[in-house]
């Protein structure tokens, strides 16, 4: 809810350019009209805690921040961070009342009720009562060039914080009024003050100076310094303010609100004042003004600050954004009735044509268009194509028919002409003179004299829905349609397809390049190279922007410009030709739309629906005006700024990530969100991250700032980003986050360390076992030799033997049969059988038979 008396804060400009340092970046164009700025808006549903901005600052990294009754909110082009009750515990209220950035990097936010909070390194410090404050809301911020903080409150005076501590000033001693609406710091050290009575001043000690015209609704509400060095004053109710000789001197310029709520000068010098009733720029004293109805988005201006990159940001209903862009966008502003413009043609040492949905024919000429042609003469009917002809007449094509202005009068030509009573989409002057004009359902008629002679399927053409005609070098006429290329030579149709190979067979638009290269825009299908008979076709797949293609342009930097309904994009040549040459797969468009100066992204496609001029610039047809974009003066060639890493996530909690983080062993779900500072053209910025330790190379990340990880393993790793803008180099440069994910005890090295001694410990005691076993086997196994060499020691000796019986003696005394005593001390066995003496002695007999047996056999 808006409190009724709120007061309002300015950031000086002086202050941001010392906090920033170095050379500005940029600036918003001082002779530009304010109206052909490029505006952009966030409001709650992009993302802000609430829609009423009460103060903006940024800090050195870049971001922007903002001051709502909802909370703190930091911005980076892209998305917004809130900061309140619930997420902040330094927060005691989501209301911010006012914010400031001090030099030494430090944002100090004023919150309602009387605290004040100080964020640095990523920390909040909270300062109240027990500090020394009072319990006062804080309406108001500055630093002097001593380095010390004022801090302004609503009812209880001035603070100065200095060395740590806080000093009172009320009006007892001296302080114009204890209400503070505004501060700001001077060159000389002192501090002016702006308080409902009037303007005060410290320097060492306190000044009043008071409205010459004393009023109670004259609040001093809002100061700034311009770059001389002169104070100027803003009133809440008497308009605006000069210091002059000690005395406020009304400066008199005519303001459309007189009630000022943020006051601020550029580095151009222009000074922007916000009031109930828009923005104004005041200049050389004259006044120009942006508003809800000029596409500001807002009335109501409560705060209103440069960007270190020289886009203003303006805080009200919602956030705004004024800036230089590469797209010029020329409309209502500049007299055109209707903005919806669908074809745009060159008026031969005059201008432009413009032709509009609306009926409208106008000429464009030193930045403001003059209608020529309105309902009275067109009845409403949509402008589709325009053509001046060599002899000065205006051929104007529409939905109604054709109409031609010659010297001011109007002649128009139909049926009874001849001409098909069909929507004319295109008209073509060809090398003889002669007048082709291409219909929606009609085919291709040729004026003859007064009359029109008609072409169309039955004479070859692949359909008689046309939309572009081209002449080329050697006479051939290209014929853009609805179920093809047409080529139309000496009096016949070559025709060409999707099934030969162009991109599709809805044809929009052609170009012929300064080598001969005919270029085919397709709706739906992409973008069509024809050369010598070869067709190469390009589409999204290959990294075009889109595969609408309204208009085709030529710089003179060797790139294409093209048209399309989510805005305008431009591919190098060389890139294009690459492709065809087989050298690479794809190419790199850049894109332009909203951020870049477009009111609206969707372009039209009338015929022409783009032209190129003689000085360069190259001029589309918009749903929201006129764009210019000049290619040799494109703000889209500076390089990307770093990278940040700005939070990680640990299974879905928000972690401290500045020295890195070191995680428990487990699979974890890892987020990182990343960004790069740009406010200029942020959403241009593209990226790549890479887990360096788990990624094989670089994820391309498109302009997604957020990425995830599961199943990374235990191990340490280094989380990085780059950035590069649309057509620029990468910026390896910007911060790395450390990773290391533990590993569980059975993982760890020391357990490898520990297990694997333990196994070699066990391997060598059981092989000192198994070793010990076979020495003491081998130790066995020697006693028994040695045993037995014993005995066959005892065995080679002197044995007795019985003369008559032939017993052995054993070394104990006593005989034992031979074959016992042998069997005892060796490893001999023994079996019994007799010899033949023995047979013939014992057993004669039986020997005379085995005698006989062995003589007959």
């Known amino acids: 809810m808006t409190c009724p008396r709120r007061a309002v804060r300015v950031l000086p400009a002086l202050a941001a350019l010392l906090l920033l340092g170095g050379s500005p970046a940029g600036a918003l164009e001082a002779s530009k009209p304010v109206s052909q700025f490029s505006v952009a808006a966030w409001q709650i549903d992009a993302g802000l805690p609430h829609n009423l901005i009460q103060g903006i600052a940024q800090t050195p990294d870049g971001y922007l921040w ?82 010390d903080l004022w801090i302004g409150t609503d009812g209880d005076g001035l603070y100065r914080f200095h060395d740590g501590a806080f000093t009172r000033f009320t009006e007892k001693d001296g302080l114009i009024d204890d209400s503070i609406r505004c501060l700001i710091g001077d060159r000389e050290g002192g501090v002016w003050i702006g308080t409902p009575t009037g303007l005060g001043h410290h320097g060492g000690a306190f000044e009043s100076f008071v409205l010459p015209q004393r009023e109670r609704h004259s609040a001093v509400s809002a100061l700034t310094f311009d770059a001389t060095g ?56 004259r006044v120009e003004v942006l508003s809800r109805a000029e596409g500001l988005g807002t009335d109501t201006i409560r705060a209103v600050f440069e960007d270190r990159e020289g886009s203003l940001w303006v805080g009200g209903v919602g956030l705004v954004q004024i800036k230089d862009g590469t797209a010029i966008t020329y409309g209502r502003a500049q007299g055109l009735a209707d903005e919806d413009v669908y074809t745009v043609a060159p008026a031969p040492g005059q201008g432009l044509w413009v032709g509009t949905s609306g009926g409208e024919v106008a000429l464009f000429a ?47 030509y139909g049926p009874r002409e001849g001409l098909p009573p069909h929507d004319v989409r295109s008209i073509l002057e060809d090398g ?45 006429l290209w014929i853009a349609t609805y179920g093809g290329l047409a080529a139309l030579r000496d009096g016949h149709f070559t025709n060409y397809t999707a099934r030969d190979g162009l991109a599709h067979d809805l044809v929009r638009s052609l170009h012929l390049d300064a080598r001969g290269v005919l270029w085919v825009g397709t709706y739906g299908g ?4 024809v050369e010598a008979g070869r067709i190469t076709t390009y589409t999204t797949r290959q990294g075009l922007f889109d595969d609408v293609i309204f208009a085709i342009l030529e710089d003179g930097r060797r790139r294409l410009w093209m048209s399309c309904n989510k805005g305008i994009f431009s591919v190098s040549v060389a890139d294009l030709d690459d492709v065809a040459a087989g050298r690479r797969d794809s190419v790199r468009s850049v894109a332009y739309g909203r951020s870049d ?52 996530w640990v299974d879905g909690e928000r972690q401290d990530s500045a020295p890195g983080l070191d995680l ?76 290391r994910v533990g590993a569980h005890w059975y993982r760890t090295r020391a357990f490898f360390v520990i297990a694997g001694g333990t196994l070699l410990l066990a391997f060598a005691g059981v092989y000192r076992l198994r070793v010990q076993g076979l020495l003491a086997r081998e130790r066995e196994l020697d006693r028994r ?41 060796s490893q001999a066995a023994f079996s019994h059988g007799i010899c033949p003496d023995c047979v013939n002695r014992l057993y004669p007999e039986v020997a005379g038979k085995v005698a006989r047996r062995t003589a007959d056999s």
């Open 366 to 412: 030193r930045d403001r268009f003059t209608s020529v042609a309105g309902r009275a003469v067109l009845f409403g009917a949509t402008v589709l194509a325009l053509r001046e002809d060599r002899d000065g007449r205006l051929w104007v094509g529409t939905d109604h028919g054709l109409y031609c202005r010659t010297r001011g009068r109007w002649t128009t």
């Open 597 to 648: 100066g477009m009111r609206s992204p969707e372009a039209n496609g009338g015929s022409p629906a783009g032209w190129r001029a003689d000085d360069g610039r190259l001029w589309f047809a918009t749903a929201a005006g006129l764009v210019a974009i000049d290619p040799g003066a494109d703000a889209r060639t500076r390089d990307a700024p770093p990278a940040i890493i700005e939070e990680a």
């Open 785 to 825: 030799v040695q045993a037995a060499l014993a005995d066959v020691k005892v065995l080679s000796g002197l044995i007795p033997i019985c003369a008559s019986c032939k017993k052995i003696r054993d070394d104990r005394g006593y005989w034992n049969q031979l074959e016992q005593y042998i069997g005892e001390h």
């Open 432 to 476: 003889e003179g002669r007048l082709w004009v291409g219909t929606d359902g009609g085919g291709l008629a040729r004026l003859e004299g007064r009359r029109f002679v008609t072409l169309t399927v039955a004479d070859g053409l692949p359909s008689d829905h046309l939309r572009a005609l081209l002449e080329d070098r050697d006479g051939t």
């Open 526 to 529: 992409g973008l069509s190279r």
């Open 66 to 147: 903002l001051a709502t009754q909802e909370g703190l909110a930091r911005f980076d082009g892209v998305r917004f961070a809130v900061f309140d009750r619930r997420s902040t515990a330094a927060m005691s209220a989501n209301d911010v009342e006012t914010i400031y950035v001090t030099r030494d990097g430090s944002l100090w936010v004023g919150v309602y009720g009387g605290r004040l909070l100080r964020y640095q390194n990523g920390t909040f410090r909270s300062y109240s009562s027990r500090e020394g404050l009072a319990s006062a809301t804080i309406s108001a911020l500055a630093e002097d060039a001593h380095g």
């Open 230 to 285: 002169r104070l100027w004053i803003g009133t809440d109710g008497d308009g605006l303010y000069r210091l002059a000789g000690g005395r406020l001197v009304s400066d008199r310029v005519a303001l459309h609100d007189n009630h000022i709520r943020a006051i601020l000068s550029d580095r151009q010098g222009s000074v922007w004042i916000g009031t109930d009733r828009g923005l104004h720029r005041v200049r050389d004293g």
């Open 664 to 739: 428990p062993p487990g699979n974890h779900r890892l987020q990182f969100s990343y960004t790069a500072l740009s406010l200029l053209a942020p959403d241009h910025l593209r990226f790549s991250y890479s887990l360096e330790g788990f990624d094989a190379g670089w994820i391309d990340a498109g302009t997604r700032r957020q990425t995830s990880y599961t199943n990374v393993p235990a191990g340490r790793y280094r989380f990085r980003v780059r950035v590069r803008d649309e057509d620029g180099p990468w910026n390896e440069a910007g911060t790395a986050m450390p990773l």
